[in-house]
Every structure is written in C-alpha cells, then in structure tokens.
C-alpha cells in the first residue's frame, strides 16, 4: 500500500450573475449566435477603454462574506499576459497581489466528519472566448469572452478525490443560495482546475500538476483519483515528475499533458492601467451581509431542531434553495413538516427530474404544498391520491387550481365512514374465503391481499388504516 498522501487546492471559476460583462454592456446571455454578444471593447480593440461593471464586485463581495472572507478595503486589477486565440487583446484583466476578498474558510462534511479548507482569495477577473473544434476546423466564440468571473482559490487542504467532490458540491450550494451564479457547469458558469502533488508524512510537498477546467462534480473527482493514481505509479517506479498543465479527458478517463507549467512571472503581471482601484466601504460591505439568505448549514440545524426532521431528511432539502424555500413556506404554515418533506424528497423531485425542470421551475408554490399535505394529514385524502394531485399539479391544464379544487375535481376524497368501509370488508372476506382461512390458520401477512381488494373495491378511496383495523376485527371473531 502507497504511503504517498495526497495535496490537494483547488481553482474554482464561477460565472456571475450579472447581466452585463465585466468591463462593457454586452450580454452575459448564454447560448446566443456565435460571435453576437460582442463589441470592440470586449474586444480589446485599440481606442476602447474598459468600465468596470460595480455589479460584479457586489457579487464577489457577497461570495467572499457567504465564504467567511476578509473584504479588502483597497483592490486593484492587473494584466495578465498570454497569448491564445480565444483572448484577442493578448492579456487578461485579473488580480494578482490585492484581490477584493481573502483568507476564508468553506467547511465540508464527508462520512459524518467535518473538515475546514481554507480559501486563500476570491478575485474577479475576465472570462476568455471559447474554442469549438470539430469537421476539420477550430472556430473561435467570443460570446463569453469578457463575462465577469470570481476565482475561488482554496489552500492546498483537501486530501482526496471525495474531499473535492465535497467542496465542489458545498461550494456550489452556497453560490446558489446567495444568488452570485448560476453555477451550470453544463453551460460553463463553474469550473475548476485541480492542483495535486504527493509526498510523505511530514516532509515537503511534491512537484505539483494542474488539471484544467473540469467541468462537473464527477468529472472533478474521476480526475483527482487518476491524477493520484498516476503521480503514485511513477514515483513508486523511480520516475520522475514535472510541473505541468493537464487536460482531463472525461471520455477515455485520462488526462495528458497540454504544456510544461508556467510559472507566475512568465504572465509578465502589471496593474491595470485603465481601471481604476477598487475602494470598498465597511459601510458597503455590511449593506452586502444584510442580504445574505440564511446558508444551507444553517438551514439543516434549523430543521433538526425546529422540525424533528432527520439528517437525511434536511440534507436533501437543502441541496436546491428554492426546494428549501418551498418546504419553508409550506411549514410555516402550519402543515405537518414530515409529509411536506416526504412529498418534495419523493414525488416532487421526481417529477422535476422526469420533466426536465428546475426546481425554480416549479409551477405551485408552498401555500398549495401545505393545503396537499394538511390534506393527507387529516385524511380528507389518502397518500396516493396526494400523489396523484401532485402530478396533476404539474399539468398547464391546472395552473392556478389548488389542491383541494382538483380533489373534487377528480373526486379523490378518501372514504373514511366506519359502516361504508365495513362492507366492503364484509364482501372482500366473503369472496376470498380461502385467503380469509390464511389469515385465522395463522398466516397473518395474507390481511395485506385482502386489504388490497378493499382498496381495490373503493377506488382506492377508502382509508388503509381503518380497511386493516376493521378486517382485523372481523377476521378475529
């Protein structure tokens, strides 16, 4: 077994929020025609000068308080210098020395245990173009090129390829929840690059690699795992191993090299001249904290102990803000906090899921969760005609009805009359004599096809707890 421990810091790129790009008024818009969202200042072209877009650094702002950052009062942009074609003016504008937030923490939990990795800075920088390769040719789309970005750079605190894909999905929640990005990482609003070296306990790390923008939760840890893999296998075989730049091929599950790595003073830094220094209040700065939602860590503690609910139970419901939202204003209400939870674990996510949606895509909101869920509650309705009102809330035909309107609609009431049900019981038992031997012989589980029957007989209408407990009584004399 190796004795190589894993060093691991990751650099995460998440798009902002903002409408406008970072320097002119050119839409952030995805997905538009190639090469329209452009003009000459995000070009770069000679003549042009940028403005920087405030919006932007609220939003960095706003991520480093939710990352428990410090917020520089002072902050200036820089050059950064390469040469590539999907950036025409030869230079990024980024931050180097004096980035707006610094030194902040993101706690992660994995398997019960909670560890902190410590962000060393949140800057904001320029986006580059993008490069569309295929039939032979390289096209260059410069829609995104010159989008507002904050990169988050952690300190080389994670350990192994789970604790990435742990902080990734942390940190990802809590841009979603303070609304700075949108984080489809499908659309490229997050990536990250990963950075490994390996050495043994309690000597200096080793020469470290850089694996370039992945782009999914998966793919992050798939890379990570094989990066170590690899760094293992040539060091455990006498080789050597050079700082590099990597690309991941999540196809073939590889990576390989792109270039040897450069170093900081290759990108030949210098301040910006054409933008001004950042100055930020205290006064700004704890306007930004006021607009802070409560965080999903804190959400989940609120659930345990406002609610009962499980771990588990909090833990889903706080993975989306608008599902957490929802199961709030449902609860707030008063409605029974379990079967508000329950239906949104269960048919809700499923329907989003086979419907394509986002849970912002939602088409009801908490006020007809919590009538669905009172509903069921006080037996008005059984649990699976609550499941059925909750898909028939998901058809345009119904927007706007409530759940009681479709129940009547549907005539879904559950029949919860004492002599009702015990006819139907009567008849079931009659009819399945041979079962109904079962059950006194000793069988007991045979109750459940003759509770079936009942069901059955009703339209599933009548209700389960009172069908068991009256053919209980009636089987026993």
């Given at each position: 077994m190796s004795t190589y421990q894993p060093v691991i810091g990751l650099e995460v790129h998440a798009e902002?929020?903002?409408?406008?790009?970072?320097?002119?008024?050119?839409?952030?818009?995805?997905?538009?025609?190639?090469?329209?969202?452009?003009?000459?200042?995000?070009?770069?072209?000679?003549?042009?000068?940028?403005?920087?877009?405030?919006?932007?650094?609220?939003?960095?702002?706003?991520?480093?308080?939710?990352?428990?950052?410090?917020?520089?009062?002072?902050?200036?942009?820089?050059?950064?210098?390469?040469?590539?074609?999907?950036?025409?003016?030869?230079?990024?504008?980024?931050?180097?020395?004096?980035?707006?937030?610094?030194?902040?923490?993101?706690?992660?939990?994995?398997?019960?245990?909670?560890?902190?990795?410590?962000?060393?800075?949140?800057?904001i920088e320029e986006d580059a173009g993008k490069l569309i390769h295929g039939a032979g040719e390289t096209r260059v789309d410069l829609n995104r090129g010159a989008a507002g970005l904050i990169e988050i750079v952690s300190e080389p605190d994670l350990s192994g390829p789970d604790e990435v894909y742990a902080y990734m999905e942390t940190l990802r929640q809590v841009l979603l929840y303070t609304g700075v990005s949108n984080c489809k990482m499908e659309e490229g609003a997050l990536r990250c690059d990963i950075n490994i070296s390996l050495h043994h306990e309690g000597e200096p790390f080793g020469v470290r690699t850089e694996m370039k923008n992945l782009n999914s939760l998966s793919a992050a840890r798939a890379a990570a795992a094989y990066e170590i893999k690899r760094q293992t296998r040539i060091l455990e075989e006498g080789g050597e191993l050079f700082q590099a730049t990597l690309r991941w091929d999540d196809d073939k599950g590889e990576n390989y090299v792109m270039r040897v790595k450069e170093h900081a003073e290759e990108y030949y830094y210098f301040p910006e001249p054409d933008v001004m220094p950042i100055v930020i209040s205290q006064e700004e700065v704890e306007t930004i904290r006021a607009s802070l939602p409560e965080m999903p860590e804190a959400r989940r503690r609120r659930y345990r102990e406002q609610y009962n609910l499980s771990d588990y139970d909090a833990g889903i419901l706080t993975v989306s803000k608008a599902l957490s939202d929802l199961f709030d204003r449902a609860a707030e209400t008063g409605a029974p906090p379990k079967i508000c939870a329950n239906f949104i674990m269960g048919d809700i996510i499923r329907l989003l899921n086979e419907k394509g949606l986002e849970a912002e895509q939602l088409p009801f909101g908490g006020a007809d969760l919590a009538e669905l869920a009172t509903l069921v509650s006080t037996g008005a309705i059984s649990s699976s005609a609550g499941s059925k009102v909750t898909e028939l809330l998901f058809q345009p035909v119904n927007a706007g009805k409530s759940p009681g309107e479709i129940v009547k609609e549907q005539n879904l009431e559950q029949v919860s009359d004492d002599t009702a049900i015990r006819d139907m019981c009567r008849d079931v038992i009659e009819q399945n004599p041979k079962i109904a031997a079962d059950y006194r012989g000793g069988k007991k589980q045979a109750i459940s096809a003759l509770v079936g029957q009942v069901m059955k007989a009703s339209q599933g209408k009548a209700n389960p707890g009172m069908v068991n407990q009256i053919l209980q009584e009636l089987l026993e004399v």
């Open positions: 902002l929020a903002a409408e406008s790009k970072i320097y002119c008024g050119c839409s952030t818009a995805f997905g538009g025609e190639e090469n329209t969202h452009i003009c000459p200042g995000c070009l770069g072209m000679p003549g042009t000068l940028p403005l920087l877009n405030r919006k932007v650094v609220e939003l960095c702002v706003k991520a480093g308080l939710a990352l428990n950052c410090k917020i520089n009062p002072y902050s200036r942009q820089d050059r950064k210098h390469y040469f590539y074609p999907d950036l025409p003016k030869g230079f990024q504008i980024s931050q180097l020395e004096l980035p707006v937030c610094y030194d902040g923490y993101l706690d992660i939990e994995l398997a019960g245990q909670r560890k902190r990795i410590r962000i060393n800075r949140i800057h």
